[in-house]
């Protein structure tokens, strides 16, 4: 097939030549007669006779090879995408921010993102006291360099933070030593009701002594989980494109693989 085809070739660039050179002899003809018969005329007609052939000279090229006549269109230049900045800037800011507690400065790194909630304060003691230990616990580490592909880029990190439910899981042997304490100091029927369920203000008490205890140790409730960043190029520069898995981390919601973090 690729025998016949090169043949066809050939056949079609001999038949291209052959026209070429008919039609100039045909246009060397013309112009031998023009001059011939204009040989005693005055100048102008002898530089109109050359204008003439030179024009028969240009339109014998063009028929014989019209691909030369018209270039094929320039193909368009590959443009690259201008990026000014390193992404990993980006997640140093941002990170760093949410250590400070400077939730703005935070926030103006993400897109399309004005709060996460980080600043809100819940309702209740205990879920501040939690919260605070939360906000106090932030620590990060960067791994490597940011992966950059055109206006998308990715950075990988190990973030540290409380593990809340870790926390919660040991709470119970301090709530109830310390309601057992409560007990034989304080007669029985003012801590429960006629069924002998605790009264909801001595729970509560022994929550926030067993949560006051563990948060002494906070500690050894530190995680460390791999979170791969992922950022876009915008018109304010590279910006954190905010998913799930930084939504759960950054609220304690870890992956059962996190690590424990060690100081």
Same mark, same amino acid.
């Given at each position: 097939m690729e025998l016949l085809f090169n043949i066809q070739q050939l056949k079609t660039d001999a038949g291209s030549?052959?026209? %070429?050179?008919?039609? $100039?002899?045909?246009?060397?003809a013309i112009e031998a007669l023009i001059l011939f018969f204009l040989m005693r005329r005055r100048r102008w007609l002898r530089?109109?006779?050359?204008? $003439?052939?030179?024009?028969?000279? =240009?339109?014998a090229?063009? =028929?014989?090879?019209?691909?030369?006549?018209?270039p094929e269109p320039a193909a368009p230049a590959e443009t690259e995408a201008l990026t000014e900045g390193d992404p990993r800037d980006t997640v140093v800011e941002f990170l760093s921010a949410i250590q400070k507690e400077d939730y703005p400065a935070a926030y103006a790194c993400l897109e399309q993102y004005r709060t996460l909630g980080l600043e809100d304060d819940p309702q209740g003691e205990a879920a501040r006291m939690l919260a605070d230990a939360m906000r106090g616990s932030y620590a990060f580490q960067l791994r490597g360099g940011a992966v950059v592909d055109g206006l998308e880029a990715r950075q990988s990190v190990s973030l540290t933070v409380l593990d809340p439910e870790a926390l919660l899981a040991d709470l119970k042997p301090d709530a109830e030593a310390y309601l057992q304490m409560l007990s034989q100091e304080i007669p029985r029927s003012r801590l429960a009701d006629a069924e002998g369920h605790f009264l909801?203000?001595?729970?509560?008490?022994? @929550?926030? @002594?067993? %949560?006051q205890n563990a948060l002494e140790h906070r500690d050894d409730y530190l995680r460390s989980v791999e979170l791969e960043l992922q950022?876009? @190029?915008?018109t304010e520069g590279w910006r954190i494109l905010v998913d799930q898995p930084l939504l759960d981390a950054l609220g304690g919601m870890l992956p059962g693989e996190g690590s424990v973090a060690h100081e």
């Amino acid at each position: 097939m690729e025998l016949l085809f090169n043949i066809q070739q050939l056949k079609t660039d001999a038949g291209s030549a052959l026209s %070429l050179i008919v039609i $100039l002899l045909v246009c060397v003809a013309i112009e031998a007669l023009i001059l011939f018969f204009l040989m005693r005329r005055r100048r102008w007609l002898r530089v109109l006779a050359a204008l $003439l052939s030179f024009a028969f000279a =240009l339109t014998a090229f063009s =028929l014989a090879f019209p691909d030369a006549a018209e270039p094929e269109p320039a193909a368009p230049a590959e443009t690259e995408a201008l990026t000014e900045g390193d992404p990993r800037d980006t997640v140093v800011e941002f990170l760093s921010a949410i250590q400070k507690e400077d939730y703005p400065a935070a926030y103006a790194c993400l897109e399309q993102y004005r709060t996460l909630g980080l600043e809100d304060d819940p309702q209740g003691e205990a879920a501040r006291m939690l919260a605070d230990a939360m906000r106090g616990s932030y620590a990060f580490q960067l791994r490597g360099g940011a992966v950059v592909d055109g206006l998308e880029a990715r950075q990988s990190v190990s973030l540290t933070v409380l593990d809340p439910e870790a926390l919660l899981a040991d709470l119970k042997p301090d709530a109830e030593a310390y309601l057992q304490m409560l007990s034989q100091e304080i007669p029985r029927s003012r801590l429960a009701d006629a069924e002998g369920h605790f009264l909801p203000e001595i729970a509560e008490q022994a @929550y926030l @002594y067993a %949560l006051q205890n563990a948060l002494e140790h906070r500690d050894d409730y530190l995680r460390s989980v791999e979170l791969e960043l992922q950022l876009r @190029y915008t018109t304010e520069g590279w910006r954190i494109l905010v998913d799930q898995p930084l939504l759960d981390a950054l609220g304690g919601m870890l992956p059962g693989e996190g690590s424990v973090a060690h100081e």
